[in-house]
């Protein structure tokens, strides 16, 4: 035996007979194969299992192994990773691991990135001049407010445990389930994939449009609208062919170019801004030909004058002018007015237009309508606008807040920055956009904003001209970052495709969850591009923008949704660590979404939505499998029936696991519960928001003593009452106590809505051997081990806190196993009750001789950090010390009884007499716990016969050396745990395993090693897992 398990006070006699008896065993029920091993084999096996434990932790050495010590438990899960990866070449080398990203580069920077796009160079201005500064303030207001409050909703998921890459459609296929997950991830993969076509749509009019109209393949597409739309269709088709064979083979290069057009972006907005303030005065490079008050195209600012013959050829065809060139003059005016020139006020007011009215000063019908078939050289609204239109418009200049949730895998704390950097993108974002709105109107003239594509300058983009030093700075950038959005769409489209084909929740999709044998999603890439070449072949931006709108505000919505759902559920598992979130905000922000779908234009929004539902009932159709939980009357009743069908399923995720609990009260004679406080108890748990039932057995015959059942069932309703626990409770009546709550504890429940939690006192009579309550107790802890359910076991429950008073102080959490997370949920729910929620948390756990402490500190705080739990941590070393001759001799006077009344067969009451050697050492009993009956008295004469066997037994009795080795751990985390925790007003711990064996003093033992272990302490709460994990740091 090696020494520091030898007694110091010991010689060769006092070893121990490894043969004497079999050891006891914490194993699960299920774990026993065959109860009638040679009870030498037993311990040989014991001893070669128990060699490498450490001697401070024998007491849960059969709880060890089958479940993890802390150590290292938290060091394999602290650090986990479950992100979906990102693109990469196949071609190249692996990467040296790089360097965690801050809130600057992971978020904010990325975030701007997609957020800036093509409609901020190139409809802007017409916004404004649309809308005017007001109406236009007001659009961009709304769509901020919108991705405003979905950030909000977002940063509460996103930091309520460590989210996978994958965006909205992780976040709400997690939170909603896999129906709402695989409809919304649908509508995000169509999202993305329409912003393509619109990126690529977008580079093409900004090439075509303003840098090359030479390239023109269908004429002059100034004078045919139809001309450009096929331009944008056949270039767009060809540059759609290039940008897929880049993505396909050259991912290292989509990745590079991300760098240059994020440089693009924030170096052109930069030159704007310099421009206009460069430009206060405005300037004399920009100059309009305006008849009347209607804008023209087409005529050299030279030519600009009814004398010229240029512009009576245009209007006095054949000899026969046109009325409105008769009864107007000719004007040239300034394109570039600059702040100081007062044009603001005129940008004010709205001018909203329908297709084929003029763009012209005011609203006087003489100026826009056009009366005749003839337009001439004058531009005209190539589309009806709106004031709802123009927000779907605009919408996609938004877009792209998901792109820090996205990359939670590389960040190096993705809860602090997933919030602040998406956040202060969108403020920064925001801010631009706004007070663009308020420049544009205050530097340019009212008919050039309102010219769409620059035709009564040249051709010219209006926001170029404005830039500092000259307009190839805008044009360059704004086609370079167009790009590079259009290429980071296209490889992450496909990407999410096949996210959503692997879970397998989309039966039809199975194919798109192939890579190539290169890693590359192959087959999703060549969907995403006949989809995207679909949105191509519209042509048209204001035609695509307000579609892709559509998908983007669905997702948002169900983003707000899932934050709103959540909320007001109060799951145990929903705990953000951004505070900064509220169930109104959300719904307000879903309410928006939808709002602003249906204004925008109803027939995409009705398009979207059928989508969604089509998508929703085929997945409910075919069964999805995936889990990540008077006329009023008979609704509630269709509801209960069909959701305790949908529970029957199967077990629920970690995610939704809540504790149903089962109290098991004990009647006193009366027939009334005799621990008041435990219902109290049961209450504070309720946080949960799950199942509560009250179960007491009676003794008896039910045919002779129902009429008592129904007494005593209407009781312990009354005390549920008067605790407020709301749920159900029952009365079984049983030959045999034991049996009667092994019947409850297996039968109790109804479909998915069984317990998964049981509450039962502690016997603190158990020592006198005529109550047998030990046995009962033992039973029952059993019985919900072999069902696999977690057990509450309060001790000192008349000290427990009265449901309607606060306590302050220290809960202690003493975790030495791991048992799926129980020990850390149930604190976070008492908390949320208002009698503890001024308590703080303590977690202490014991270090084995070969742990670091110090890194399973670090360990342990970046856990709870990710569970969203605050608490102090503190990792316990305990001494390896020898046993001590106490440790010997008390468990000698532990097994010396139980052998005496083996042998002499004492009845119930010398039984109750002899308890007298055990408690010449031991504190007594705790004082809010005894039954109602005399403590035994200690006697001070024995008969003959009895003196003989005791001093026979203590010349002969050598404690078991398992027995001396948990009495050891017992001790010593007694010492440790009165010591830290003596003050503490809860102190909560793992519960041992049961003896395996059923002999009557193994049972004891048991029992008085639970006793020694929680001597001293006034409140303990004693758990034991159910064997699966009840929470999580995923989202």
């Not at 990135?113 to 961009?140: E, S, Y």
């Not at 300037?283 to 305006?290: R, W």
């Not at 007015?337 to 044009?343: D, E, P, Q, R």
């Not at 969203?868 to 001494?879: F, Q, Y």
Request: hydrophobic letters at 40%; charged letters at 20%.
């Amino acid at each position: 035996m090696p020494d520091r398990f030898q007694v110091t006070k010991a010689d060769e006699d006092t070893v121990l007979d490894y043969h004497q008896d079999e050891s006891a065993s914490g194993k699960l029920l299920g774990d026993i194969h065959d109860e009638t091993l040679d009870s030498g084999d037993i311990h040989r096996a014991e001893e070669n299992q128990k060699s490498n434990i450490d001697p401070n932790l024998y007491l849960y050495d059969d709880d060890l192994a089958t479940r993890p010590h802390i150590s290292t438990f938290i060091s394999s899960i602290a650090n986990y990773e479950n992100t979906i990866p990102a693109a990469t070449d196949p071609d190249a080398k692996p990467p040296a691991p790089s360097a965690r990203m801050g809130t600057l580069i992971g978020v904010f920077l990325p975030c701007i990135q997609n957020i800036f796009g093509v409609i901020l160079f190139i409809r802007l201005t017409w916004v404004v001049g649309t809308a005017g500064a007001i109406c236009g303030f007001l659009i961009v207001l709304t769509c901020c407010c919108v991705t405003m409050l979905t950030a909000i909703s977002m940063s509460a998921i996103a930091t309520n445990g460590v989210v996978p890459a994958g965006g909205s459609y992780f976040m709400i296929s997690r939170s909603l389930g896999p129906e709402f997950g695989g409809a919304v991830g649908m509508l995000f993969y169509t999202g993305t994939t329409l912003a393509a076509a619109m990126y690529i749509v977008g580079a093409v009019e900004i090439v075509l449009t303003y840098m090359a109209p030479w390239a023109s393949i269908f004429g002059d597409f100034t004078k045919d609208a139809d001309a450009m739309y096929n331009n944008f269709r056949v270039y767009g088709t060809i540059l759609l062919i290039f940008m897929g064979l880049i993505v396909f083979v050259g991912v290292k290069f989509v990745n590079k170019f991300a760098t240059v057009a994020l440089a693009c972006v924030i170096f052109s907005i930069i030159a704007v801004y310099v421009g206009i303030f460069d430009n206060i005065h405005g300037n004399e490079k920009l100059y309009m030909c305006v008849l009347g008050k209607r804008l023209l195209k087409d005529i050299p600012i030279d030519n600009c004058t009814k004398d010229d013959s240029f512009m009576r050829d245009i209007y006095c065809p054949n000899n026969k002018c046109d009325d409105y060139y008769l009864n107007n003059n000719v004007s040239k005016v300034k394109g570039i007015k600059g702040l100081a020139s007062g044009v603001f006020y005129d940008n004010v007011f709205p001018s909203f237009l329908e297709k084929g009215q003029f763009i012209s000063y005011g609203h006087d019908s003489v100026d826009i309508e056009n009366i005749g078939n003839e337009s001439y050289n004058q531009i005209m609204a190539d589309i009806t606008t709106t004031f709802t239109l123009l927000i779907g418009i605009f919408f996609p200049s938004v877009t792209g807040i998901m792109a820090g949730s996205n990359r939670s895998g590389d960040l190096a704390d993705a809860q602090k920055s997933i919030p602040i950097g998406t956040i202060c993108a969108i403020l920064t974002t925001s801010t631009v956009y706004l007070s663009s709105v308020l420049f544009f109107a205050g530097t340019v003239d009212n008919l050039l904003l309102r010219d769409k594509f620059g035709q009564s300058i040249g051709g010219k983009l209006v926001v170029a001209n404005i830039a500092w030093p000259n307009q190839w700075v805008i044009l360059i950038g704004s086609f370079l970052s167009t790009l590079g959005a259009g290429l980071q769409s296209l490889t992450g489209a496909p990407r999410l495709l096949q996210a959503i084909a692997r879970d397998e929740i989309i039966p039809f999709l199975a194919p798109f969850a192939k890579s190539s044998k290169r890693g590359e999603p192959t087959r999703a890439l060549l969907l995403t591009i006949v989809i995207c070449q679909c949105g191509i072949l519209l042509g048209n931006v204001d035609l695509l923008a307000p579609l892709l709108s559509m998908f983007f505000l669905m997702c948002y919505g169900f983003v707000n949704l899932a934050c709103a759902v959540q909320t007001l559920l109060r799951t145990p598992n929903w705990r953000p660590r951004f505070k900064y979130y509220h169930w109104s905000l959300s719904l307000i922000g879903l309410t928006l979404c939808i709002s602003v779908m249906i204004m925008t234009s109803w027939y995409f929004a009705l398009l979207a939505m059928g989508m969604a539902v089509v998508i929703y009932k085929y997945i409910e159709y075919r069964g999805a499998e995936k889990e990540w939980g008077d006329g009023i009357r008979g609704m509630a009743l269709t509801a209960a029936r069909f959701s305790l069908l949908r529970l029957e399923e199967g077990p629920p995720h970690t995610k939704n696991w809540r504790p149903q609990i089962l109290v098991l009260s004990k009647l006193n004679d009366n027939f009334l519960p005799k621990y008041r406080k435990i219902f109290s108890f049961a209450t504070q748990l309720k946080a949960g928001k799950g199942l509560t039932i009250c179960v007491s057995v009676l003794k008896g015959d039910h045919t002779k003593i129902a009429n008592k059942a129904v007494d005593a069932k209407s009781t312990l309703r009354k005390y549920m009452i008067d605790e407020k626990v709301k749920g159900f409770c029952d009365i079984l009546v049983a030959q045999q106590i034991g049996e009667g709550l092994s019947s409850v504890i297996q039968t109790i429940g109804l479909g998915g809505m069984k317990p998964n939690t049981v509450i039962i006192g502690w016997p603190y009579s158990w020592r006198q051997e005529g109550r047998n309550s030990w046995r009962t107790f033992i039973q029952t802890v059993r019985t919900v081990d072999a069902c696999h359910m977690a057990l509450m076991v309060p001790k000192g429950i008349n000290f427990y806190p009265e449901s309607n008073h606060k306590i302050g102080g220290n809960i202690d959490i003493w975790w030495i196993v791991h048992d799926g997370g129980l020990l850390m949920l149930l604190p976070f729910l008492l908390k949320q009750h208002r009698t503890w929620r001024n308590c703080k948390l303590r977690i202490f756990t014991v270090a084995q001789i070969e742990d670091n402490s110090i890194q399973m500190k670090k360990d342990l705080k970046t856990f709870l950090y990710h569970l969203r739990i605050e608490a102090d941590v503190e990792v316990v070393e305990m001494n390896n010390s020898d046993i001590s001759a106490y440790t010997y001799e008390r468990t000698l006077m532990m097994e010396q009884r139980n052998q005496m009344l083996r042998a002499l067969g004492l009845n119930k009451k010398e039984n109750s007499k002899v308890e007298s050697h055990n408690d010449e050492k031991r504190n007594s009993i705790d004082s809010d716990g005894p039954e109602e009956t005399d403590a035994p008295e200690t006697t001070s004469s024995k008969d003959e016969s009895t003196e003989k066997a005791d001093s026979k037994f203590k010349s002969n009795v050598k404690p078991d050396e398992f027995n001396v080795r948990r009495m050891h751990t017992a001790i010593k985390l007694n010492e440790v745990i009165v010591e830290k925790s003596q003050d503490a007003q809860l102190v909560i711990m793992n519960l041992p395993g049961p003896p395996r064996e059923v002999r009557a003093e193994r049972e004891s033992n048991y029992m008085e090693f639970l006793e020694v272990l929680t001597e001293g302490l006034e409140k303990v709460l004693m758990v034991r897992g159910g064997g699966r994990e009840v929470i999580t740091i995923y989202s």
